[in-house]
Structures are given as structure tokens and as C-alpha cells.
């Protein structure tokens, strides 16, 4: 299987005071494709839950409060 060096793909911004319909909107309608990109290698290629939490923590903890409520909104089960 060849493997592409290069993606295109398109920005969309857009303001809400916080995640909220729109938001929500956009995640239900690029998650599949996302999925897809993401896990294109395998899910073995990729970090475990546990360990990309570590690494938010580590690297980047002032993320933790938003990655929280989107994941709510997604109602996805882990926690943090």
C-alpha cells in the first residue's frame, strides 16, 4: 500500500462564546473521515487512551478544561 506523503484539506473557523450546536454539528459530520485519517495505520500505530492523556497533562495542561467539554459533548466515555 502506498502512503500518501500529503493530505489537502480545508480550515473552517467559526465563534461560539462556547462549544455548542455548531460545534457539535461540525464534530458529528468530520469525525468518520477524521477516524479514518487518524487510524489509517492501524490503532496499534497509534498512542493509547492512557498515554495521550499523560502527555495533555505533561505538555499541555492548560488544554485539560476544553478537551473535557468537548469530549461531554461528544459523549465520549473515558475521564481524565
Known sequence: MTV??????TF????????GPYWQQQFKSLWP????WFLRFG????????????AL???MPEFKPIVIG???MTHSGQNY
Open 4 to 9: 500518501p506523503s500529503s493530505m489537502d484539506f
Open 12 to 19: 473552517r473557523a467559526f465563534a461560539e462564546e462556547t462549544p
Open 33 to 36: 473521515a477524521y477516524k479514518s
Open 43 to 54: 490503532e496499534a500505530d497509534r498512542p493509547t487512551y492512557h498515554e495521550s492523556v499523560q
Open 57 to 59: 497533562r505533561r505538555y
Open 70 to 72: 468537548h469530549r461531554k
